[in-house]
């Protein structure tokens, strides 16, 4: 599934991200940028070890919860990677959309600052970190298309790569009911 935003493709689909012959690829990650598992575990085996000894060189401190950080894509045929920190789901009234639409925010900004003309994101938050699938696809695909409308300097494809099938119909849905096409 494929939208148009102000010049900008968005789209959907299905698969692994580690394959995505994009500039960017972005990974759901913890604050303390430990690696894990999930699509953080299937990034960091993809891609070989440099990417974890540059995190640690570069980020001893980790990367706060709605933030996000790059590094370079190792093995990856992506440029970069960047580590964006999702935030846990506690019922949803701690803060979790404003944080999880920022993860989204700050990865484009970093996309857009890095040159970047293609970037693939995953569904952060919604597999360890228990966010639920709907309201997290709403608020990741609304932050996208707000980018995308508002910002001069940005990338021409954003593509949301979702590794299941209910994930994917979550995403197909909310992306319809915001777009009124697909
Ligand atoms: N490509 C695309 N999506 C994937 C892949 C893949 N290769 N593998 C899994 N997914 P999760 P979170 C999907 O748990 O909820 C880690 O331990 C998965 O099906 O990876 O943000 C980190 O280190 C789900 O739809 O990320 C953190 O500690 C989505 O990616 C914590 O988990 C996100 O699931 C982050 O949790």
Redo the contacts with the bound molecule.
Sequence with gaps: MKVQIDGSVLELAK????QQEVDAIVN???SRL??????????HRAGGPEIMKELRARYPNGCPTGSAVVTGAGNLKARYVIHAV?PIYRGGTHGEPEKLASAYRTSLQLATEHGCSSVAF??????????P?GEAARIALQTVIEFLKNEGKKPQLVRF????DA?YQAYAEALKELTGQG
């Design positions: 698969g692994d991200i580690t759901a990650a913890n430990a690696g894990g598992g999930g699509v953080d575990g299937a990034i999702g995953p569904s952060i938050s919604t597999g360890a970190y228990g966010y699938v790569v979702l590794f299941d994930t």
